[in-house]
């Protein structure tokens, strides 16, 4: 799966995707990642990407120009019968669930655009983007951490990039509800003790055990979750 990002801090998204599951997807091959500069776009000697507002306000909006030719940029690396979904990070935006995560992850590519200052001016992104997403109900200095984040989300279901298929199967968010509990050695820490149904060897059990104890951590962290279930 390729991922193209369209930044104005092309570094630090490079230096957060060398690390972890991330970085092996990509010396596996499984995944590709293309980081655009959109002040390389940028038409002032001085590299300028954005400016006043119309209408008066504070701060400063990012102009259309450079990150349309940016992404006009990224578009021309892939086949010109495929328009790959771009995505722009914002508080606007759609709240990221896991379902669309998965949604994504069946995409051969995807384009985020990473916003700053105060905003992006609205007619490039009335052009250009197929998605507007959203971290979470709070404000960030820039678009990269989001980006981040929907990367990793995404990047873990491709096919082959956790190693097993079933290792996020059971995970929070997948069959909406949240995920039970984990122990591991040694049996007593803390002063507190590994659950004896999980050391009984009754995988029947264990699974019951599991199950009930999803629903009661949903129950009473996000109840608006089980009426999906």
């Not at 596996?28 to 990642?33: P, T």
């Not at 209408?55 to 790959?84: C, E, F, N, R, W």
């Not at 994504?104 to 905003?119: I, K, N, Q, R």
Request: hydrophobic content about 40%; some cysteine.
């Amino acid at each position: 799966m390729d991922f193209t990002v369209l930044t104005l801090f092309p570094e630090m998204i490079c230096a957060a995707a060398n690390h972890s599951i991330f970085k092996r997807g990509l010396d596996q091959g499984l995944l590709r990642l293309n980081c655009v500069d959109i002040r390389d776009f940028s038409t002032s000697k001085h590299r300028q990407v954005d400016d006043y507002p119309y209408g008066g306000g504070l701060g400063m909006v990012m102009m259309a120009q450079p990150i349309y030719d940016a992404h006009q940029h990224a578009l021309s690396t892939y086949h010109a019968m495929h328009k790959p979904r771009t995505v722009y990070l914002t508080p606007a935006g759609k709240p990221l669930t896991q379902s669309m995560a998965t949604d994504f992850s069946h995409e051969d590519s995807l384009v985020l655009l990473c916003g700053h200052y105060e905003g992006i001016d609205e007619r490039v992104i009335e052009e250009i983007v197929t998605d507007e997403i959203s971290i979470g109900d709070y404000i960030l200095t820039g678009g990269e951490l989001a980006a981040l984040v929907l990367m990793d989300a995404v990047a873990r279901l491709v096919p082959g990039v956790l190693g097993k298929e079933g290792s996020f199967a059971d995970e929070s968010f997948s069959a909406n509800v949240l995920e039970y509990p984990k122990y591991t050695r040694p049996p007593q820490v803390l002063g507190r003790a590994v659950p004896d149904i999980l050391l009984s060897g009754n995988h029947k059990a264990i699974e019951n055990w599991r199950r009930e104890q999803a629903l009661q951590r949903t129950k009473s962290r996000r109840p608006d979750l089980l009426g999906n279930v």
